[in-house]
């Protein structure tokens, strides 16, 4: 079973904090990585992306990738109220070929204390 | 950018009825297009594979026969729920990726079956 796993949360930071989110995965072949917020009652959106191992930063959002240790994370400086969302982490696994498919983490709850 | 259409947004009906959920690419074309299902404060969980010209590639324990999948044309895709019950209340969800970039999401379909 390929998964992608996620801390547990929820993650509690006040306003101004750094918040950080792990994620490991177990398929060594997976190549693409991706972080969506997800508001309640709303559709993931799309974050951050990052197929490269090292740090790629994005405004107030950094990705983290470390492909030997199997795990990606996403830090967010500064933290504000509105970054309060569940974060997910998605791994795109390849199935055969050209086929692949996203697998998520089940996410961790974000809560960002005024 | 490149948007995902979901529609409609929100569907309460009787058990025993069958629903049709539509999804479409707004500016570019979709070979493949992914269904996706949330259950409350639970991850996606991706349904199928939905494939423009051929059969849709279902996930180990979707009934194929339950939900339905028609890939109309390089823009539509259909998911219908027939026949629907309670236990299929949840959160419906399609994507699509624009060639090599990230998936988007169209804004999900709330199924409430009464």
């Known amino acids: 079973q390929k998964e992608v796993e996620q801390n547990s949360g929820p993650l509690s930071v006040p306003e101004g904090a750094i918040a950080s989110l792990n994620c490991t995965y177990s398929d060594r072949g997976s190549q693409s990585f991706f972080w969506y917020r997800q508001y309640s009652g709303k559709s993931p959106e799309l974050i951050m992306f990052i197929y490269s191992n090292g740090d790629k930063e994005d405004g107030r959002f950094t990705a983290q990738l470390n492909k030997a240790s199997q795990y990606v994370s996403l830090l967010i400086r500064d933290s504000q109220p509105s970054d309060s969302a569940t974060y997910l982490c998605?791994?795109?696994?390849?199935?055969?070929?050209?086929?692949?498919?996203?697998?998520f983490g089940k996410g961790i709850t974000l809560s960002v204390r005024p | 950018g490149a948007v995902v259409s979901q529609h409609p947004s929100r569907v309460i009906c009787k058990s025993g009825t069958s629903v049709k959920i539509e999804c479409r690419s707004l500016?570019?074309?979709?070979?493949?297009m992914f269904w996706y299902r949330q259950f409350p404060k639970q991850s996606l969980m991706l349904m199928a594979t939905?494939?423009?010209?051929?059969?849709?590639?279902?996930e180990q324990g979707v009934e194929k026969d339950k939900f339905l999948i028609n890939h109309a044309s390089l823009t539509l895709s259909t998911l219908t729920v027939t026949s629907a019950h309670p236990e299929d209340s949840s959160f419906y969800i399609c994507?699509?990726?624009?060639?090599?970039?990230?998936?988007?999401f169209g804004d999900g379909t709330r199924l409430s079956i009464l």
């Open positions: 994507s699509a990726p624009d060639g090599n970039q990230p998936q988007h």
């Open positions: 939905s494939n423009e010209g051929s059969k849709a590639t279902y």
């Open positions: 998605a791994v795109n696994i390849i199935i055969s070929g050209a086929n692949s498919k996203l697998t």
């Open positions: 500016d570019f074309q979709a070979t493949t």
